[in-house]
């Protein structure tokens, strides 16, 4: 599809002076470089503005805003914020109930294993504890449990003999 261009209808910026000699009209000698620009762009003559300055200089954005706008402004900002900590503390809460609700899963399973492991377990005869580990292999070694009380859910566990 050709490209279709719109006809030229303003003629070109004229800057009236001569930029090459800045002191030619007050306008330009208002904006001349002083000296030369670091960037090496010597045809940069005129000051870029910063997008600061642009604000107040604006009369539009200069202009103070009207009190029921600074109002709806401030109401508008609060009502954000109060919606922001609300997400916050929904999650806190959610975070809040996963973890107490994983610490009761815990304490359940450990206590089932416990129970089951209960039904099953031998005991060992304290005075010929010695001679019946000496005869064991080593599987059977390895499903030798004690029980211990767990620090943090505070349920009896079976955990291995060797463990710390």
Same mark, same amino acid.
Do not use: C
């Given at each position: 599809?050709?490209?279709?261009?719109?006809?030229?209808?303003?003629?070109? @910026?004229?800057?009236?002076?001569?930029?090459?000699?800045?002191? !030619?009209?007050? !306008?330009?000698?208002?904006?001349?470089?002083?000296?030369?620009?670091?960037?090496?762009?010597?045809? +940069?003559?005129?000051? @870029?503005?910063?997008?600061?300055?642009?604000?107040? /200089?604006?009369?539009?954005?200069?202009? /103070?805003?009207?009190? @029921?706008? +600074?109002?709806?402004?401030?109401?508008? *900002?609060?009502?954000?914020?109060?919606?922001?900590?609300?997400?916050?503390?929904?999650?806190?809460?959610?975070?809040?109930?996963?973890?107490?609700?994983?610490?009761?899963?815990?304490?359940?399973?450990?206590?089932?294993?416990?129970?089951?492991?209960? *039904?099953?377990?031998?005991?060992?005869?304290?005075?010929?504890?010695?001679?019946?580990?000496?005869?064991?292999? +080593?599987? @059977?070694?390895?499903?030798?449990?004690?029980?211990?009380?767990?620090? +943090?859910?505070?349920?009896?566990?079976?955990?291995?003999?060797?463990? *710390?």
């Amino acid at each position: 599809m050709p490209r279709i261009e719109d006809p030229i209808t303003d003629p070109n @910026q004229h800057l009236p002076g001569d930029i090459l000699n800045p002191t !030619s009209t007050p !306008s330009i000698a208002l904006h001349a470089s002083k000296g030369r620009n670091v960037s090496g762009r010597s045809w +940069k003559a005129r000051p @870029q503005k910063r997008a600061s300055s642009l604000v107040t /200089s604006n009369r539009a954005n200069a202009r /103070s805003k009207s009190w @029921q706008r +600074k109002n709806e402004d401030r109401q508008l *900002k609060s009502a954000v914020k109060s919606a922001q900590l609300e997400m916050i503390e929904e999650r806190k809460t959610a975070a809040r109930e996963k973890k107490e609700r994983r610490l009761e899963n815990d304490r359940r399973r450990m206590e089932n294993e416990y129970n089951n492991a209960k *039904k099953s377990m031998q005991t060992l005869n304290v005075h010929r504890v010695g001679q019946t580990m000496k005869s064991m292999n +080593k599987k @059977q070694l390895r499903m030798i449990k004690k029980s211990r009380m767990n620090s +943090k859910t505070g349920v009896v566990e079976f955990v291995s003999a060797y463990a *710390k």
